[in-house]
């Protein structure tokens, strides 16, 4: 194959054939103290920072744009994948971080060339040296994992997914934001599922990004389209049955105290106070009483909730336990959002109140004032399932198939 033929066949700008395993040759003393050396702090973040800089634009994930960059990704790949895509990537690599070279580096180093992480070198040797560190990192984030620099398990998986399912989940990507493009308003949110993150558009930009925790995969988050009409400062939290019968039940007959440490009470239909001793927790009896949580510390939506009208009942919330935002695979929930930076997302949609500004929801939030507010100006709610896309600079993110509607071929979803 001539050499500019195997150029179009690499994926998103890889610019040079990939380099075979060069025979070792006479290296300089600075070549040696380079390849064993570990990096300082602020090379680290200097190159953790390069990387999340590639995919942190202001181009949202569902729009037009997304849709002409997906076609380009996807003329890109097919060629490639034609001739094999790339090789895989061995579990000796597992713990790799730069100055601890272990066996895998090469193939290692192959992988991150043949997907543009890393740019062309004239050779490649076994060495974990500070481009390969680079070349890592960046992976990591288009990939949505821990920006590391270190081969951890979800890496080496995500390194060995074929190129094939690959450019699958581009093409069905690319029919979903078709299909849900055309319908957008000027000033949207979308919660997208496999990438456990949300994105508030205006104008056809980014105007922030906050990290979520969704569903989990037996109590997923549905797909649909709202707006989001009311903020419930400081909430009660009411109990769906779904998770009395799931959970509380179970928690109950593990811990009697339960409900007393969560501060949860127990209401039959007149209204009445009931106690956790008049109800048989060796059956199903309690899912015929309301239980709610008092507003307070450990509510299970924190600070605040956020309303949208939808058939599933669910919606968006703070929480208490925010050490779950800093995990790659955020599916927790059952079934409803939780956001993190909150009060920052609470400020832009109630923007427009006027008397709603930084200021008044963070006092609000500080002095637990239990308070109902109507949002002016609704802005539309899109929860989707979007698990690959791509920005103008040509460079594509991926996410795993969580809830297996790519391996389903799903396109559309009843909303």
Known sequence: MKRRDFLRLLPLGAAAKLPMMQPARAQSLWDMMNQTRTLTDAEREANSA?????????EPILSYDTANNLQMAIAQYEPFVARGGWEQVPQETYGVTMGVNRDGVVQLKRRLLASADMPMVDRVDDAMDAPTDAALRRFQARHGL????????????ALNVPAETRLHQLRLNLLRVQNMASA????????NIPAAF???????????????????????????KSRIHQINFNPYWNVPVSIIRRDLIKYMNENPNYLTEQKIRIFDGSGNELQPSQINWQTEEAVNYRFRQDPGPQNSMGNVKINFHNPHAVYL???????LFGENARFYSSGCVRVDQVQDFVGW?????????PGEV?????????KDVEVTNPPEIHTTYISAWANRNGVVSFRDD????????????DA
């Open 50 to 58: 390069a990387a999340i800089q590639a995919i942190d634009t202001v």
């Open 146 to 157: 821990q920006v590391s620099g270190q081969v951890d398990e979800a890496t080496w998986y």
């Open 184 to 191: 957008l308003a000027d000033r949207y949110v979308v919660v």
């Open 198 to 224: 949300i994105e508030v558009v205006e104008g056809g930009m980014v105007q922030r990004r906050h990290t979520a925790v969704v569903g989990r995969i037996d109590r997923q988050t549905p797909i649909l």
């Open 317 to 323: 919330h703070d929480t208490p336990t925010k050490g």
């Open 349 to 357: 949609v109630l923007r427009d109140n006027g008397d709603w500004g």
């Open 362 to 370: 963070a006092n609000v939030f500080a002095t637990g004032e239990r």
């Open 402 to 413: 969580v809830y297996e509607f790519d391996m389903a071929g799903k396109v559309s979803f």
